[in-house]
């Protein structure tokens, strides 16, 4: 099993930044894509950004320009530099990630998820 633990959601005024982790422990054997999605109220959840483990990024249009995501495969954590942040991008975000986990002779990839961390950005 997989667990994603995220931290750093917060309140922050429109213009301001914020910074989200997202750190995978567990038992698995390697990780592949480790992402960022969002909901908001009312609406289907979303891609924020992607990263590869060979460093492919996707962004969702949204958030480019403004966003950056990184990770530390050594720590198996993934990072959501978030800037210029506006109203719209108040959302609950969710850390996302493809992980190979499972009896060692046959190991699955499946998609993880964490429980979420909020970020609200005021007018």
């Known amino acids: 099993q997989v667990q994603l633990v995220e931290s750093g959601g917060g309140l922050v005024q429109a213009g301001g930044s914020l910074r989200l982790s997202c750190a995978a422990s567990?038992?698995?054997?390697?990780?592949?894509?480790m992402g960022w999605y969002r909901q908001a109220p009312g609406k289907q959840r979303e891609l924020v950004a992607s990263l590869t483990e060979d460093g492919r990024t996707d962004y969702g249009d949204s958030v480019k320009g403004r966003f950056t995501i990184s990770r530390d495969n050594a720590k198996n954590t993934v990072y959501l530099q978030m800037s210029t942040l506006k109203p719209e991008d108040t959302a609950v975000y969710y850390c996302?990630?493809?992980?190979?986990?499972?009896?060692?002779?046959?190991?699955?990839?499946?998609?993880?998820w964490g429980q979420g961390t909020q970020v609200t950005v005021s007018s």
């Open positions: 567990g038992s698995f054997f390697r990780i592949n894509t």
């Open positions: 996302n990630a493809e992980a190979l986990a499972g009896p060692i002779q046959t190991p699955l990839w499946n998609i993880y």
